[in-house]
């Protein structure tokens, strides 16, 4: 079955150049559907940020025409790409393991986009060499993959991809096959390269942290919908799902605000110092949290729960303690904090969250 | 690891070898019947005793059609025997023999084959010829190229295969060309009798010079061209006795069936010539 | 000696040093039989050394019909090779990246020449491409082509029975490769054939030369197929094994010397290859 919207490609009749990403994304595979929709202005990058398995990879071969859509539209400058062969797409992709020709050299995995696109062998490599520059690679330009550290063939491939001069880049865990110290390094190059780009770029990825310094905006996917869509700030400070909250960090529940005070659908109330009405999100970070052997007397926290410790983990430098209880939530405590408490799995805490800790934003 | 683990360990490995001889002596197991039916047999071998049990007979692939249905008249005339046949190229045969194959009778398609088996001692007493063998040419059905004679098929354009000159319809077809001094170049030199007369079968070659018996086998697939120089070159069918015959007694009675008028009746049917 | 070079040598010794440690560790039930399937497949060779007629050898091998059929045999394999790779390796890249209704069924097909008795093989390449053939027939009377008794039929022939070892390595080589490849390739612009010629057969160059190298054994072997359709005939389709096959008849000792060239020409040509390829793909 294909619903795929018609609509007459062309160039837009006032001739500007482009008007970036229209897309409507539906892959239907039986049990699995995706239904997103993507928009975004030349200039912008945009994050597809969820879980795996979520549809995002799918998403993404769908823009390139690598997975066919079953319903939905597809337009990148005014045209209609719906039914163009994935060679034929203005649109350049990093793929999450690179996938560099492993028999061709830097430069000759650069020159292969501009070759296919019709230039001479010579002038392919000279916009090829000219790219690896641009890059930093100049010297590397006659390695095989092989020789190449993770961030330089990460670079190889932005370089291959660009060098098509795609007007729709998209990069698929740019990151996730690299090391933690050298994500950093090209986590940074990856962003100056993206902030110079002037057309569309979208990137998947799972990371919220690359999402955010990498992105101008993030696109949330859980099981093939867009669950929200933002700024990386305003996503990071209203999460709306278990998953987003989760990504940032965040104790997050959902209720009905009346007032200073939120109701939560499992019971219990959470004081804050916004004053709302209806239905509500309210979080607060784990850091937040202060917990006690002994119901707190001279605590001036406003919000105080019962609870029992689920599990413990360490978390950086941090204990982090998993609560059951009257509300369940998650607190980052110091390791001396937590030996003095002699926290253990099963034992009955008190948790302390002051009013002014908590967010409470409209659901 | 202590040395009795070692060795169930081994022992385990020569199971694993033991193993793979019984699946090959498994599957030979159909060619040993034979010869445990003969060898009982061979008990009442005496110059005078009924024939009974099976007799092995090895003969040159052109007697196919005559042996079996010569086969069919012993077993009916002597109830209780059976004959088995392995047809194939005499050298084959002769090979097979003098490497010690079990079989009771050898008829071969030439003297020379023959001569393999009585150099190594391998018969009782000397062969005898039973039939003979005369060239004719095979053509297409309908002789479309009108040929009439050895020398037509010298003819430029016209497709001949022969049989090598290593077996003996080609050794044959040599002798007779020579004798009538023509120079004949053929397409191919085939392996056997069998492969020339295919090709012209099924078209592939227009003549080929092979024996009489064949063109009478093909039946109305190919026609036959007799031609007089072909009594230059006649094959002689030697048949003889083994030396190391399990069932001598029937083995005599079934060469005894071959050079009988009933016998010889039956092969100049197939194209044979009386000795 | 160049830094490469000592490299190489360091691995080859540590890879030496592996394979004996290795040896030591096998465990007896497999040893056992390994080492009897070894003996099984090496006697008939030893014994076609022990018997050889190395006295007439010389004599033999200075013949010219000797040199002729050897000759000819190396043209024909290397040529049949030609023709399987041209045909086998597109055969191999549909069979192994497309998907369309009844493929099992054509790999089955694919595979056939493999179980048919070549001789069979033979008489069926009369029946479609012989004089009078199903397709011979037009090959004749338009192009004035016919492949029986022809070297161009020995070609055929033996690149019938030789091209499915090509096109099953092929295939197999191609399902491990990565098909992302050729993905990442049309998304820089390439049409799927580009892809095809510029990625994936680079890619996949050692399993088409391993298939290349079974085919060329295989043809240089063929001897059923080759006599049935090309027939026999001195310089234009007797190859070697039809020569050691109709010297059998009459003079086994030639037929041991001829098997005996045959041998040492094949086992000079593949372990050069091998070896060029084992140093060009580490």
Redesign the interface.
């Given at each position: 079955m294909t619903d795929i919207d018609e609509t007459p490609a062309g160039v837009r009749a006032d001739g500007t150049r482009g008007d970036g990403l229209d897309a409507r994304l539906v892959v239907d595979r039986g049990s699995f559907r995706l239904d997103v929709t993507l928009t975004a202005a030349p200039g912008d990058v945009v994050a597809l940020l969820g879980p795996n398995g979520a549809g995002k990879t799918t998403a993404l071969r769908a823009l390139a025409g690598l997975v066919p859509l079953t319903g939905g539209h597809l337009r990148l400058d005014g045209a209609s790409l719906e039914r163009t062969p994935p060679e034929a797409r203005p649109v350049g992709v990093v793929f999450q393991d690179y996938l560099l020709f492993p028999h061709l050299s830097a430069l000759d995995n650069v020159a292969f986009g501009p070759r296919c696109q019709g230039a001479g062998k010579a002038e392919a490599r000279a916009q090829a060499a000219a790219w690896l520059d641009r890059m930093g690679l100049a010297e590397h330009a006659g390695a095989k993959p092989r020789r190449l550290s993770g961030g330089q063939a990460q670079r190889v491939a932005l370089a291959r991809a660009l060098a098509t001069r795609p007007r729709l880049l998209l990069l698929d865990e740019p990151l996730a096959a690299l090391d933690a110290r050298t994500r950093l390094e090209v986590r940074a190059q990856l962003r100056r390269h993206l902030a110079g780009f002037e057309a569309v770029a979208v990137l998947v990825t799972h990371d919220p942290l690359d999402a955010m310094v990498l992105a101008d905006r993030l696109v949330v996917v859980e099981h093939g919908r867009v669950v929200q869509e933002g700024a990386p700030s305003d996503i990071a400070r209203h999460p709306r799902t278990d998953y987003v909250a989760q990504l940032v960090g965040l104790n997050l529940y959902r209720g009905r605000a009346e007032g200073h005070t939120v109701r939560l659908e499992s019971g219990p109330v959470v004081a804050t110092t916004e004053d709302l009405s209806g239905p509500a999100f309210v979080a607060f970070p784990p850091g937040a949290v202060t917990l006690h052997r002994d119901r707190p007397t001279a605590s001036s926290a406003r919000n105080l729960w019962r609870c029992e410790v689920a599990g413990l983990e360490t978390h950086g430098d941090q204990i982090r303690a998993d609560l059951t209880g009257e509300l369940a939530l998650t607190a980052d405590l110091t390791t001396v904090a937590a030996a003095e408490l002699g926290l253990h799995p099963g034992v009955e805490v008190w948790a302390a969250v002051k009013a002014a800790q908590t967010h409470a934003y409209p659901a | 690891m202590t040395r009795s683990t070692r060795r169930t360990r081994a022992l385990r490995a020569a199971g694993v070898g033991a193993a793979a001889l019984l699946s090959l002596s498994a599957c030979s197991s159909s060619g040993s019947s034979k010869d445990s039916s003969s060898s009982g047999s061979g008990a009442t071998a005496s110059s005078s005793a009924k024939p009974s049990g099976t007799v092995t007979v090895f003969a040159a692939a052109s007697l196919k059609e005559s042996f079996t249905a010569l086969g069919k008249k012993f077993e009916q005339r002597y109830p209780g025997t059976k004959v088995t046949f392995d047809f194939g190229g005499s050298d084959t045969l002769a090979a097979s023999i003098t490497g010690g194959a079990p079989a009771d009778v050898f008829a071969a398609a030439s003297g020379k084959t023959m001569k393999i088996v009585t150099d190594k001692g391998d018969t009782a007493g000397a062969p005898v010829t039973f039939v003979r063998n005369q060239l004719e040419i095979a053509t297409l059905p309908g002789n479309p190229h009108k040929v009439s004679s050895l020398k037509d098929l010298t003819a430029s354009g016209l497709k001949v295969v022969l049989c090598a000159g290593t077996v003996p319809c080609g050794a044959a077809a040599q002798k007779a060309l020579a004798a009538s001094a023509l120079k004949l170049t053929p397409v191919s030199y085939e392996q056997d009798v069998k492969g020339a007369l295919t090709k012209v079968e099924l078209k592939e070659a227009d003549a080929a010079v092979v024996y009489r018996t064949d063109v009478k086998a093909a039946g109305d697939k190919v026609a036959g061209v007799e031609f007089p120089e072909s009594a230059k070159a006649v094959n002689d069918y030697p048949i003889a006795l083994l030396n190391n015959a399990p069932n001598a007694t029937a083995a005599k009675a079934f060469i005894e069936l071959v050079r009988s008028s009933e016998g010889q009746k039956v092969l100049t049917a197939d194209g044979f010539l009386k000795p | 000696m160049s830094e490469a070079g000592r490299d190489a040598r360091a691995v080859t010794l540590e890879s030496g040093a592996r394979r004996g440690r290795a040896l030591r560790g096998v465990?007896?039930?497999l040893?056992?039989?390994a080492l009897?399937g070894l003996a099984f497949l090496l006697l008939p060779l030893l014994a076609l050394l022990v018997r050889a007629p190395w006295r007439s050898l010389p004599d033999q091998l200075t013949s010219p019909e000797v040199w002729q059929a050897l000759q000819l045999s190396l043209i024909s394999a290397t040529c049949a090779t030609a023709l399987s790779l041209v045909l086998g390796v597109p055969l191999a890249w549909l069979l192994a990246r497309t998907r369309f209704p009844g493929r099992g069924l054509v790999r089955a097909l694919v595979t056939l020449p493999l179980v048919l008795p070549p001789v069979v093989g033979g008489?069926a390449l009369?029946?479609a491409l012989?004089?009078?053939g199903v397709v011979g027939q037009w090959l004749d009377s338009w192009f004035g082509i016919t492949l029986?008794?022809t070297t161009a039929g020995v070609v055929v022939a033996e690149a019938f029975v030789a091209m499915p070892f090509l096109v099953i390595s092929v295939e197999g080589t191609l399902r491990a490769a990565?098909p992302?490849?050729e993905?990442?390739?049309?998304?820089?612009?390439?049409?799927?054939f580009?892809a095809f010629r510029?990625?994936t057969l680079?890619?996949i160059a050692p399993g088409v030369a391993a298939g290349a190298v079974l085919a060329w054994a295989r043809a240089l072997g063929e001897f059923g197929a080759t006599?049935?359709f090309?027939?026999?005939?001195?310089g234009r389709?007797?190859t070697m094994p039809?020569a050691v096959?109709?010297?059998?008849?009459?003079?086994p000792a030639a037929a041991t010397a001829l098997s005996l060239v045959l041998l040492a020409v094949s086992i000079a040509v593949l372990a050069g290859l091998r070896d060029r390829w084992m140093t060009a793909s580490s």
């Open positions: - | - | 465990p007896l039930p040893l056992v039989p009897v008489v009369l029946l012989g004089r009078n029986p008794f990565d992302r490849y993905e990442a390739a049309t998304t820089l612009g390439a049409s799927r580009t510029r990625v680079p890619l006599i049935t090309a027939g026999n005939f001195p389709t007797q039809l096959y109709l010297a059998l008849q009459n003079d």
